[in-house]
């Protein structure tokens, strides 16, 4: 074994001596420069037959999991020192760092494991880096047993806490702020803590159903109001503790690869099959399957909507309500489903276009029914472009388009079809709404995360003549200028762009651009997120020689930080975001959400500008428009309900000990109702109650009318949007 090991290690040597003296001789050093980035990857087609053959007593012994996980790790020991931007080495540092995420994911608030557990684990941080490349990955395996030990007993203790008496007027206190908490000492210190949990969540759920009971105008007793909201709290948990249970050792392992990749940057990553697919899904828009939002219910997959146009709905059997039993590829054997995680059985369900899926079904009435649906292309109508018009009470139109993000279906793309992208219908609903006679625009980019850089170059240009947008520059220090390159500008009136914390990567691309060219007025604030850098995709499939391809499951995928992006003034978008012209208060910004509060995150720099021609946009223009908004934000009361909720969030944040009294709670509760309803959408997104993965399931709301009304209603509703149509009215009269 160590002949052959050092056989190949002398073959590396000499191949990289040649290119080295080739390099010199052609006095070329992107020659080196391309083959450093293919390195990793012909070192690993060399070595895979020693993998896969030099170890066969070992390996005669271990299963493909085994194999599998081995050969990942080792490809991220080789592939993400060489290949990501920083440069960073995969030494006993990033093996540190790696570990603080790792014991983080698991047990992030601290609630199952001791001390002596987490020291336990700690063991094993300085070796992270060397058992990668030697396949000898103990801390997942580790990790899951003495969690798996842990959470037994935790749901134990809930059971009998739940059943014993509550206090609601005794003076606890729960410290909510994880990152302040230790792991309990022992079981009699992680039981108190569970107990003030429970308390605090059976309290929560007792104040909803008291609220609930008076707008129904029910009389309830305190008693019977604790007896349901106990057992509310009982069938959470319960769910908890069955999904934490799903969990297999697969988990945990992609729950550690994901912390070694997570220590190169925030936006670094191990993407398992299932979720490659997912962000297949979320890039394109579209996803072939059924075209039904499934949720799991009682360990049951049930049917919770029927997407209008889509495969299932012209079938017509499939119907809400229902519980699939089974799913059966084809004529195939059908697999069983109950108690199986919801995003297991969603990749049981989708599939291919045109395939066919059987799904065992019982109805509402008990019946079963074996319904057979042809799969289709379902498009997620939400995640696309749409417009709309707000009229002024002076009669003036405003044009207002939302990019929920920059898509793209490259796959269609490269095949040659045509694929829907978020440039064109930007585009058409631009040339919709001039066509309608609007008199200046607004670009809502809020909440936009990025997504394909072509459209964000394209989308820029609809603003402006031709010219440099971004800078990108790779590990190499290499910078490429991407222009738009159609002279034409699409609109030319007054336009004003809306960003927020959420604003990030493409997103924060098209504000700076517009910016910098003086083309548009930004308003948000007071900064978007920061994230600029550029991530590529590698199938670590493409890594195994076709002679050993089938040895292997499929092996998923690393995202990987290889660009970073900067202005045409020079200055990144990374860490810092852009700021805002006009900088409206945002609750966004009280949680410090964004780049700078990331771990491991990029630092901002700058590199030389390049040349472009600005507006004539004047100072003097821009300080008049702010003092205006400023005015009327003052007076606005939906804007004074945010400022008054951004200063409870700045306290809680800094206070972070809550009292579980319930006349405590009772107050509490009260006074954060009004500005739930003010804030909307946005605060929703900030509890927690955002897209899940599994709703990709689901599609076209707005084919119903059901997605296009909920949007108008936020629209009309938006504080924001209506600040923004008054600053794009005063842009019309400064120019």
Request: glycine share 6%.
């Amino acid at each position: 074994m160590v002949f052959v090991l050092s056989f190949w290690y002398v073959f590396w040597y000499l191949l990289a001596s040649f290119f080295s003296c080739l390099s010199s001789l052609l006095i070329c050093r992107s020659v080196m420069n391309i083959f450093k980035k293919l390195a990793p990857a012909i070192f690993i087609l060399l070595l895979i037959p020693f993998l896969a053959t030099a170890q066969t007593a070992e390996q005669d012994s271990s299963s493909s999991f085994q194999k599998r996980n081995r050969l990942i790790g080792y490809m991220l020991a080789k592939q993400l020192p060489t290949i990501h931007f920083s440069d960073k080495k995969m030494n006993d540092e990033q093996a540190k760092a790696a570990f603080t995420l790792y014991i983080k994911q698991l047990d992030f608030q601290k609630r199952f494991l001791l001390q002596k557990d987490a020291d336990e684990l700690t063991a094993f941080a300085p070796y992270i880096d060397d058992n990668l490349e030697q396949g000898t990955n103990a801390l997942p395996d580790a990790g899951m047993d003495i969690l798996g030990g842990r959470i037994d007993q935790v749901e134990k203790m809930v059971g009998e806490i739940l059943a014993g008496p509550i206090d609601f007027f005794a003076a606890d206190t729960l410290e909510s702020d994880p990152e302040k908490l230790t792991f309990a000492k022992d079981l009699d210190s992680l039981r108190e803590r569970w107990r003030k949990i429970l308390k605090s969540e059976v309290i929560s759920r007792y104040l909803e159903l008291e609220e609930e009971a008076q707008k129904a105008k029910e009389e309830k007793t305190a008693e019977s109001l604790l007896k349901e909201a106990k057992a509310k709290v009982a069938k959470r948990n319960k769910e908890i503790f069955h999904r934490l249970r799903q969990e297999n050792r697969q988990d945990h392992y992609d729950r550690f690869f994901n912390a070694v990749t997570r220590a190169f940057d925030p936006h670094t990553n191990y993407v398992p099959p299932a979720n490659k697919e997912q962000f297949d899904i979320s890039m394109r828009g579209s996803l072939e399957g059924i075209g039904a939002l499934l949720r799991e219910e009682d360990g049951f997959i049930k049917v919770d909507r029927i997407i209008p146009g889509s495969a299932s709905a012209r079938q017509g059997r499939l119907q809400a309500k229902d519980i699939i039993l089974q799913v059966a590829q084809g004529g195939e054997e059908p697999v069983d489903i109950t108690d199986m995680r919801l995003r297991d059985a969603v990749r049981l369900i989708r599939g291919p276009k045109g395939s066919e899926v059987r799904l065992t079904v019982k109805k509402v009435d008990g019946s079963k029914d074996v319904i057979p649906i042809i799969r289709d292309v379902v498009q997620i109508e939400e995640t696309f472009v749409k417009s709309t018009i707000l009229k002024k009470p002076d009669g003036k139109k405003i044009g207002l388009i939302y990019v929920p993000g920059f898509y793209r279906d490259f796959e269609k793309s490269n095949n040659g079809e045509v694929a829907r992208n978020s440039t064109d219908d930007t585009r058409k609903e631009l040339l919709d709404l001039k066509a309608k006679g609007v008199e200046a625009i607004i670009l809502d980019l809020r909440n936009n995360g990025g997504g394909a850089l072509v459209d964000a170059v394209d989308i820029a240009g609809l603003f402006l003549s031709s010219g440099p947008v971004v800078q990108v520059k790779n590990s190499n220090g290499n910078v490429r200028v991407l222009n738009d390159e159609d002279p034409e500008i699409f609109y030319e009136g007054p336009l004003v762009v809306l960003v927020n914390a959420f604003s990030a990567s493409a997103s924060e691309i098209v504000a700076a651009a517009l910016q910098d060219y003086g083309r548009a007025v930004i308003v948000g604030g007071p900064t978007t997120h920061g994230k600029g850098t550029v991530q590529t995709v590698i199938n670590l499939n493409d890594n195994i020689p076709l002679l050993h391809a089938n040895k292997y499951d499929d092996l998923g995928a690393l995202k990987v930080t290889i660009q970073k992006f900067y202005r045409v003034t020079g200055g990144s978008t990374q860490y810092k975001g852009v700021e805002p012209d006009i900088a409206l208060p945002s609750i966004l910004h009280s949680l410090k959400s964004g780049e700078r509060y990331l771990e491991y995150s990029l630092p901002w720099d700058s590199i030389e500008p390049v040349a472009f021609s600005t507006s004539n946009k004047h100072p003097l223009q821009l300080k008049l428009l702010k003092n205006k908004s400023d005015e009327r934000v003052r007076k606005d009361e939906d804007f004074s309900v945010i400022n008054k909720e951004i200063a409870r969030v700045e306290e809680q944040t800094r206070n972070t000990v809550v009292s579980l009294n319930i006349v405590d709670m009772r107050k509490k509760q009260e006074e954060s109702r009004l500005a739930k309803e003010v804030v909307g959408k946005q605060f929703r997104l900030l509890n927690g109650e955002d897209d899940t993965e599994e709703s990709l399931e689901a599609a076209d709301k707005k084919s119903d009318g059901g997605e296009k009304s909920t949007w108008l209603d936020e629209v009309n509703e938006d504080p924001y949007i209506r600040e923004a149509s008054h600053i794009v009215v005063d842009l019309q009269s400064v120019k």
